[in-house]
Nanobody
Framework: QVQLVESGGGLVQAGDSLRLSCAAS????????MGWFRQAPGKQRERVGV???????GYADSAKGRFTISRDNAKNTMSLQMNSLRPEDTAIYYC??????????????WGQGTQVTVSS
């Protein structure tokens, strides 16, 4: 099994930056794709971005140009750097991981989530 723990959420103002981190433990050698999802109240869960074991990334249109995902395979960590935050970025952010090359919309492993609130 794999355990994922997020950290770094909080309350910020529009235009600010925030960095989320995800630490993986357990059978980390089985992890290939990783990424971030978010879910705002009353909205569907959205896949924010993904990163392969080799470091290739992909982002939702809402995140392109503002968010950057990185990972350190040696430390079993992943980060989400969020810049130019907007009130519509307010959501619970989830770290996710998969045994597949690329994170799909239904990964096997999930973190507990961390709240990000952006005030206007």
């Amino acid at each position: 099994q794999v355990q994922l723990v997020e950290s770094g959420g909080g309350l910020v103002q529009a235009g600010d930056s925030l960095r989320l981190s995800c630490a993986a433990s357990g059978r980390t050698s089985s992890i290939y794709g990783m990424g971030w999802f978010r879910q705002a109240p009353g909205k569907q869960r959205e896949r924010v971005g993904v990163i392969t074991r080799g470091g290739s990334t992909g982002y939702a249109d809402s995140a392109k140009g503002r968010f950057t995902i990185s990972r350190d395979n040696a430390k079993n960590t992943m980060s989400l750097q969020m810049n130019s935050l907007r009130p519509e970025d307010t959501a619970i952010y989830y770290c996710a991981a998969t045994n597949r090359v690329i994170l799909t919309t239904s990964p096997e492993y999930w973190g507990q989530g961390t709240q990000v609130t952006v005030s206007s």
